[in-house]
């Protein structure tokens, strides 16, 4: 077997904080805090320019290699490539000068325009009016659940889901609670059975199966120019946003591959860093993350960075939004 001791030294050092963004927008819920309004990141950018220490990714990796970690540096990093990427954080991160490292999901024969989890929380928490009972098979298992009297969508129901943080509170209403056990269960699939899955829900719900254009991806000439910015990289975060550490060993190869080439193919250069979706992964992740000739692997585990790290469990503090003034007490927290 590959041994991969030698990169897992055990040392002492200083330490990095890489920040994770998802999306910089406004839109009418937030369920997972993902995204950052223009103006307060704005706000971030310019505190984060004062310090002067933002870097290039690929500058943490390679010092972590070296055993050369400076622990003033501080990286910017986007997850899953929503448009707004491209319209709004590029032309502020250009204006500012600072770096930093795009991760995308996309693959050859899929066409995602719009994420699962969106539509699945358009779907449940927003359509105007849904039958009371759910009922379907998923994953083998029976889903059965009664939303009672929150047939149709009120006006204190609407706020309640918009005003939902469900990484920090329980769901607020029984549609919060039917969506957020739907999303835990297909968070675990194949894309074809989440898809299959969110289709058959869709019609449950009788509403129509387009796309909505408030979350949109990059598309492929947006992510190009992108990728043609030297202020820019782009990284692998797999084909379909797999939660890599419930699949075997076959299904990660492809999620990886096919998304790898696919990426080098657009923009035309190696691409040797991937962020696992979820921070999901396991020991067959990061062997095969080695053995495609990655050079980084970086998860959502809240975690300063020091010498001792794996290159290929690197954690990242994600930034929800909040105002300028805030940041920076947030960002002084996670650099202590």
Known sequence: MLKLNGLFKKS??????????????????DVWDTAVSPQNFEQHLQHLQKLGNVVPLSLITDSIYAGQLNGNNIAITFDDGYTDNFTIARPLLEQYGLPATFFITAGNHKNIKEYWWDDLERTILFTERLPQRFLMSISNEEV?????????????????HCGWHASVQPPPTQRALLYYHLWSKLKLLSYDEQYLILNKIKKWAKVDI?????????????????????????????????????????????????N????????????????YPYGSYNGNTLMLAYELGLLGGFTTEAEPIQQSISPFKIGRFQVKDMNGSRFQRQLASWRH
């Open 12 to 29: 002492t050092g200083p330490h990095v904080v890489i920040l994770m963004y998802h999306r910089i927008a406004q839109p009418i819920s």
């Open 144 to 160: 059965d659940f009664d939303i009672k009297n929150e047939v149709d969508l009120t006006p204190k129901i609407r706020a309640r």
């Open 210 to 258: 387009e796309k909505n254009n408030e979350n949109k991806i990059m598309s492929v000439d947006e992510l190009k120019q992108l990728s043609e910015n030297n202020l820019f990289t782009i990284g692998a975060h797999t084909a379909t946003h797999a939660a890599l550490g419930h699949h075997g060993p076959d299904l990660q190869k492809s999620e990886l591959t096919e």
């Open 260 to 275: 790898i080439d696919f990426l080098q193919q657009i923009t035309d250069y190696k691409i040797d860093l991937v962020a």
